[in-house]
C-alpha cells in the first residue's frame, strides 16, 4: 500500500510534466498499463517508451489531478484531466479514470478508462 507522501510525490511528478520520469520512479519493473480494456503494455521499459512516443506528439501537454485520490489497500483511483497541445495549434481534452494497483510503493498494474470520442482535437 503506497504511503501519502509516496501518492503526493507521483502526483505532483504527473502534474509537473514529467510523464516518463514518473513511470521511471513510481512503477514496478514488470508494471503493465492499458486503456479501456486494450491489450496492456508490459514492463516499465515499454511504458516509458510508449509516454515518450505519445509525448513527442504533442508540443506541450498539461496534466491536472482532479481530487480526491481515493485509495482502498493496494488500489488507487485518481481522475485526470489532460490537454494536448498539438504541433498544429489545436488542442484535445481527456478525462480519465486511473485504476492502480500498487505493490508497496510502486504501480504494479493500471488501466486508464475513458471515453474514445474524447480524442477528437477541440
Known amino acids: 500500500m503506497p504511503t501519502a507522501e509516496t501518492l503526493n510525490a507521483f502526483v505532483a511528478r504527473v502534474v509537473s510534466g514529467d510523464h516518463a520520469g514518473a513511470i521511471e520512479d ?12 486494450g491489450t496492456p503494455r508490459v514492463g516499465r ?16 501537454v498539461d496534466s491536472e489531478c482532479v481530487g480526491p485520490v481515493f485509495v482502498s489497500g493496494d488500489h488507487v483511483v485518481i481522475r ?10 489545436r488542442k484535445t481534452r481527456i478525462e480519465e479514470l ?15 478508462f475513458c471515453d474514445p470520442a474524447q480524442f477528437k482535437p477541440v
Open 98 to 112: 486511473a485504476y492502480q494497483r500498487w505493490e508497496g510503493e510502486r504501480i504494479a498494474q493500471e488501466t486508464f
Open 26 to 37: 513510481f512503477y514496478t519493473e514488470t508494471a503493465t498499463m492499458q486503456e479501456n480494456g
Open 80 to 89: 485526470w484531466i489532460f490537454v494536448f497541445h498539438g504541433h498544429d495549434g
Open 45 to 60: 521499459a515499454v511504458l516509458v517508451a510508449h509516454e515518450n512516443a505519445a509525448l513527442a506528439r504533442a508540443k506541450a
